[in-house]
């Protein structure tokens, strides 16, 4: 009996299968592109991906067997088949398998324009047709694992009890002042016509979240955020996917126990879920790939202080160091080559750096008891810098107002928020990733364009 | 020894516990807010909850073991406190165990206008405080099973091996026509000085995640859409989220196949991973809930033809059946009550109806050979009506083409979604779940403002 199968699951069961599974398979149906199509005049051969797995299976076709044998040789690479035929074990070949075709039709034919033929093509080409890139093998690993990640943070939070908010997208303020935010409007034009009061794209949802996090404890959000900045980096996009988990009864150092353990867990969980994407990134991609990741895995984190790093670098430039950015005091903001020199030279491994200077963070960030220092982290890892940032928040309602009212921020559109700190308040922390750069940095993966599916930078809404 | 604990774990020990891990729980430490407070001058009882369960843990305080009684007797509700205390079982009271106080602090106390009093609040006025209400008993269960229903959709679709897709949500076209959309513009206001062209938000990921299933041929989506619409129902909102699930090599059957096995496995997961919040729900918001859902599980879906089904209610007019919109017609477009009459009167149970007027559906849907009706499936179900929306989409380059031209619409900006019918297209079919409106029907809830976070319709933008 012919029994649909995917390309996984024939994978699978060569790979975990034991032999009475192997052999129960005979006869099979499969579906899927053409990835290669090359014969010898009698038989031929078909690298068929089907979408369900990295790796293609090898279908062989014979002209003894099948019937226009000439016609199936002329069939394209990207062209949609279906076929039928017998499964045979492989196991002294690359392929643990491959399938001898008995009859296959074509489902979707594909015109002579299609731009992805057999050769290689630069990233920046494949930017331009990024509805069909996912069929390269870099852009099927690539997206693979990003829908594994996003089930890896799930997994990691709900297990925990953890509860995931949506907080809002279209937003009254941009509080955070993390940049530049959208303009959100109807078509007639005036700001207020339909919420009554200016609208904006999100920034950040950790405000609301806030809300949530004193009610249920321990909460995330998982979803978009934009800046309207004009950066044309390879790290800035319009549009990106953030992580922001917040804590109640909680301080910095649960904090930073938090992200540890949720960096270490989505290392690990791609690891054993993408194995051949993995591997493939750590061969076409960034040789370092794995052993950069396996060492972050086995690694004590390092906890040094702000002060403590700015001493570091000072040191380091006395020693004759070359910053780019040599101009080095207490209060600056550190550029990555700075972070890079304190995790890659100095700690050779994960650091979180804490207690940054107040005015250089976030309002809602809880000021230590020095007066100038808040209660923040960025976690900083080797060849990247910084891959998370956290903090402990401002619970003390005074103290808060008068940050606020330092910075000279109205308090208007944010009672709200200061209600937290009046009605049973508590100590409580959070942190945010930026989920395209984890994805970057767990693939090799150099321009965020290349691991969304359809970025959003300036000049740049084809699709 | 004392220990950290949560109200959960406490809960789920009585539960499932043997009786050696019951009796290894002795003193615990337990952090989280006051629902009521009351005492008899010697001995105090304290309703607490800790965020992590539904239900709370009752403490008692003796004026014999802790200080400061008459200050403790005044800990107001909404205040944050941490305490130490015995756990004791109590297998004959309601609830299965009660913690014997020593030590109580005050982490947060709470000004006296705290809204949150012990009376009960309406719906209405706790929209105004959104960010107070997850901690009522309604909002809790309805936010907790938010999340644990976005756990549930993942599940169900990552274990099949679909993969997630974040489509974009600054989009250059709203080809879907289904609705309104919001412009999304940056200060200058000119709506080309960003992206080089205007730019919106989505209205639907479907035609950006077609371009992932002929690569990955299953995959889903899940993540906020927009309309900026002004209507002013219980039913309608300015954001919400979004399943759209896309899948290859597959027709309507299939699609409907899908949909059956996902509407069942949410139910199934909510009322097997809530129970308390299920439970709460069928008492105190909508006593048909559980049987309704069960009914659902246990029914056969059935599937009608959109021509049969408007048979049916001209059947049911000419038999005296009052219709308030009374004109029916083969090419009208269903209303609520037909639909429901449908499902509750003629089916007595879930229904797809299939095979839509071309005419009043969407552009992509595949033409039947008729030539005047589509693959479409909208799924109703007894008390709500239309709850899922799909179809077999138009593979056929020349059909959609000219689909396109009939409407009028330009290709323009759409030729990538035409591309894909050239380039090894095959069938495929999808659908779109309204997130929101699923948890409204999974809860009982009836104003889609009562199931989002913060939610955002005309002229409601405070958080």
């Not at 005049?41 to 003894?64: C, H, M, P, W």
């Not at 020199?341 to 809880?366: C, H, N, S, W």
């Not at 009672?415 to 984890?438: M, P, Q, T, V």
């Amino acid at each position: 009996m012919e029994e649909f199968k995917t390309v996984r699951e024939l994978y699978e069961t060569c790979r975990f299968g034991d032999t009475f599974e192997k052999e129960s398979i005979s006869d099979v149906k499969l579906e899927g592109w053409i990835r290669t199509n090359r014969n010898n005049g009698s038989i031929g051969f078909i690298e068929l991906n089907d979408g369900t797995y990295f790796r293609n299976a090898q279908l062989v076709y014979d002209k003894e067997v099948i019937k226009d044998f000439d016609v199936v040789s002329h069939f394209k690479t990207g062209a949609a088949i279906f076929i039928t035929g017998k499964f045979v074990l492989t196991p002294e070949m690359k392929q643990p398998f491959e399938i001898q075709v008995k009859a296959i039709e074509l489902e979707g034919d594909v015109s002579e324009d299609y731009p992805l033929q057999k050769k290689r093509h630069g990233f920046e080409f494949l930017r331009e047709i990024a509805h069909l890139r996912p069929r390269t093998n870099t852009f099927n690993a690539v997206f693979r694992l990003r829908s594994v990640l996003s089930m890896a943070i799930h997994e990691f939070f709900q297990s925990q009890g953890f509860i995931y908010v949506h907080t809002p997208i279209i937003t009254g303020n941009d509080a955070e002042g993390a940049g530049e935010a959208f303009s959100v409007v109807t078509s007639d034009k005036d700001p207020n016509a339909f919420f009554g009061k200016p609208a904006s794209l999100s920034v950040s949802g950790q405000l609301q979240v806030e809300a949530f996090a004193l009610a249920y404890r321990d909460v995330y959000t998982f979803g978009p955020t934009f800046r309207a900045e004009k950066s044309n980096t390879v790290r800035h996009a319009s549009e990106f996917w953030m992580i922001e988990p917040e804590i109640a009864f909680a301080d910095l150092e649960d904090d930073m126990d938090l992200i540890e353990d949720c960096v270490r867990f989505c290392i690990k969980y791609v690891m054993e879920n993408c194995e051949e994407e993995m591997n493939f990134f750590n061969t076409m991609i960034d040789t370092t790939l794995i052993d950069r990741l396996t060492a972050v895995l086995n690694s004590h984190f390092a906890r040094v202080t702000y002060t403590e790093a700015i001493e570091e670098l000072q040191k380091a430039k006395a020693n004759g160091h070359k910053f780019e950015n040599e101009n080095i005091y207490w209060g600056m903001d550190l550029q990555s080559e700075h972070e890079r020199y304190i995790t890659e030279q100095v700690i050779k491994g994960p650091v979180f750096l804490t207690d940054y200077p107040k005015d250089i963070k976030a309002f809602y960030m809880r000021l230590n008891d020095d007066g100038k220092t808040v209660a923040a982290c960025d976690l900083l890892v080797p060849a990247v810098g910084e891959l998370v940032g956290g903090s402990q928040r401002e619970e003390r309602y005074d103290v808060l107002l008068e940050r606020m009212h330092e910075l000279g921020m109205k308090t208007e559109g944010l009672e709200w928020y200061l209600d937290l700190r009046r009605y049973g308040g508590c100590k409580h922390a959070g942190f945010g990733i930026g989920f395209d750069r984890l994805l970057m940095y767990l693939t090799g993966m150099a321009n965020i364009r290349d691991v969304q599916p359809f970025p959003r930078t300036p000049n740049n809404l084809k699709f």
